[in-house]
């Protein structure tokens, strides 16, 4: 529906998207690189937890370099905000490590997956298909907290629609409550409608006593209901445990398998460069 609607909306963040590919993809392999070197000469012999530790480890330190450009990014993606517009909304520079928690929780475990599995793949497969396959089920796997971490900075990136609802639209949500309020609770003469200042509608001083309750209709972001409140935790792990209580388990995998089409090209690309590049900079010398 976007593409036919606007295929370049498809596009939007792609120029943060480059921009963060490069560091991330470094900061990623020479970290694995160096802690399996430093796991091997330790103990003699690389084993398969040292392999999960170096690619967990590495997925971990990548976050400096991700997690501000995931901000900016979903910022862009779900919004009309400019990049000024969202600096100004986060806070400025501390607010783009907004949402690090889950930025952490889903590299730590894309990571710890696809470097190992890389590698043993490799005595089985040519390089570029190892990479590939190891990307596709590396990127499965970390789909549920892919899932959260947008839905989180997804909440943070729409605060500023929340805070431009005008007074107008807040008395138009008011007054389609207060009037779903009438029609449904029959009152007496003691019966009054009372308003408070945050906007929400409730009849007292009657026999009936009714509040608007998430049945009532309301918009997004209005102060009477807001429907995704429960995203406002930090810990991903309290996040993602409401969502599939809310929504189902299910939608922690939506896109899943856009996800691991994707990571077919990409680290079957990436992985074998890598290699590639390593060996040539070890035969001249450089390394």
Not at 214 to 228: A, H, K, T, V, W
Request: proline share 5%; aromatic share 8%.
């Amino acid at each position: 529906k976007i593409a036919l609607k606007d295929p370049l909306q498809l596009f939007r963040g792609v120029k943060v998207q480059m921009l963060g590919i490069a560091p991330e993809k470094a900061i990623k392999l020479a970290m694995n690189n160096m802690i399996n070197t430093m796991i091997l000469v330790n103990l003699g012999h690389l084993p398969l937890w040292g392999e999960v530790l170096a690619g967990s480890l590495a997925g971990a330190s990548q976050v400096i370099a991700t997690s501000p450009l995931e901000v900016i990014k979903t910022g862009l993606q779900t919004s009309d905000m400019t990049i000024d517009e969202i600096m100004e909304e986060i806070g400025g520079i501390k607010g783009l490590y907004n949402g690090v928690e889950a930025c952490m929780l889903r590299d730590v475990i894309f990571t710890a997956v696809l470097f190992p599995l890389y590698t043993h793949s490799q005595a089985i497969f040519p390089a570029f298909v190892a990479g590939s396959l190891s990307g596709s089920i590396a990127a499965f796997i970390a789909t549920p907290p892919d899932f959260i971490k947008t839905r989180m900075l997804s909440q943070d990136a729409t605060v500023a629609n929340r805070k431009q609802i005008s007074s107008v639209t807040n008395a138009a949500v008011v007054a389609t409550t207060s009037s779903q309020l009438f029609n449904s609770v029959q009152m007496d003469k003691s019966t009054r409608l009372k308003v408070d200042k945050n906007g929400v509608a409730s009849i007292t001083k009657g026999e009936a006593v009714e509040k608007a309750s998430s049945s009532s209709p309301s918009l997004p972001g209005s102060p009477i209901i807001d429907e995704f409140d429960y995203l406002k935790d930090r810990n991903p792990f309290v996040v993602g445990y409401k969502i599939a209580q809310k929504e189902g388990a299910e939608v922690l995998f939506s896109g899943v398998v856009e996800r691991s089409i994707g990571g077919i090209p990409r680290f079957g690309v990436t992985l074998t460069m890598f290699d590639f590049l390593e060996a040539y900079a070890k035969t001249h010398g450089w390394l």
